[in-house]
């Protein structure tokens, strides 16, 4: 069975520190995913790669950065966090070949102070 | 750009058959899947409809008409378990997956 785990259940943060939120998966996937969730909002991508060192911005980059170095293993930083990056992370990957569905962890709760 | 409307909620009884719908507008199109969240839990892959047409799995069946760029998600034998929301997501090609807000299904006795 695929395995996605973020390093945190839960975070809080104040506003202003540099947070940085990590993902392994350990199927050898291709591709890696980090979205947010909010209320009435769904999930937003934020960033994803397709290959280590790669990276490609979703539909909402901003503030964030993110850090491929290995295979399995994806990181999602928020600059100078804001309050109103509080929300739910949730990381995801995938193979690249195909239409392949996109295997989940179990989220973040981030609150920034 | 991306559009995909779902209902936000919907009630239905257990034993009973639920449809929950999704239409989209979107500039790519691969493929729509669906997936099951349940509260504070991650979400998990239901189906993956390419072609028009019904596919059936189990108690859960998945419909899409990419003419009428519509799909739904049917669950049958509602059981208490199955109250849990419910995310439409569009394949629009590059990796690239566009959700929608996602349905909340309340499965009362």
């Known amino acids: 069975d695929v395995k996605v785990t973020q390093s945190s259940r839960y975070l809080v943060k104040r506003t202003g520190e540099k947070v940085f939120l990590e993902c392994v998966q350990d199927?050898?996937?291709?591709?890696m995913f980090w979205y947010r969730q909010d209320p009435g909002l769904g999930l937003r991508l934020i960033y994803f790669s397709y290959d280590v060192k790669m990276k490609e911005k979703g539909d909402i980059p901003e503030g964030y950065s993110v850090s491929r170095e290995k295979k399995e293993r994806f990181s999602l930083i928020l600059e100078s966090a804001s309050t109103n990056q509080t929300s739910m992370y949730l990381c995801?990957?995938?193979?690249?070949?195909?239409?392949?569905?996109?295997?989940f962890g179990d989220g973040t709760r981030l609150s920034i102070l | 750009g991306q559009n995909i409307d779902q209902p936000t909620e919907m009630t239905a009884t257990e034993g009973a058959i639920v449809q929950i719908n999704c239409t989209y507008q979107?500039?790519?199109?691969?493929?729509l899947f669906w997936y099951q969240q349940h509260a504070g839990e991650a979400p998990t892959f239901l189906s993956y409809n390419v072609l028009d047409g019904l596919e059936e799995k189990g108690r859960f069946s998945s419909f899409l008409s990419r003419s009428k760029g519509y799909s739904y998600l049917l669950l049958k034998e509602l059981q208490m378990k199955d109250s849990a929301s419910y995310l439409c997501?569009?394949?629009?090609?590059?990796?690239?997956?566009?959700f929608g807000t996602g349905t909340k299904l309340q499965v009362i006795p």
């Open positions: 995801a990957s995938s193979y690249s070949f195909g239409d392949q569905p996109q295997h």
């Open positions: 997501a569009v394949n629009g090609g590059y990796q690239k997956v566009t």
């Open positions: 199927m050898d996937h291709e591709n």
């Open positions: 979107t500039s790519g199109f691969n493929g």
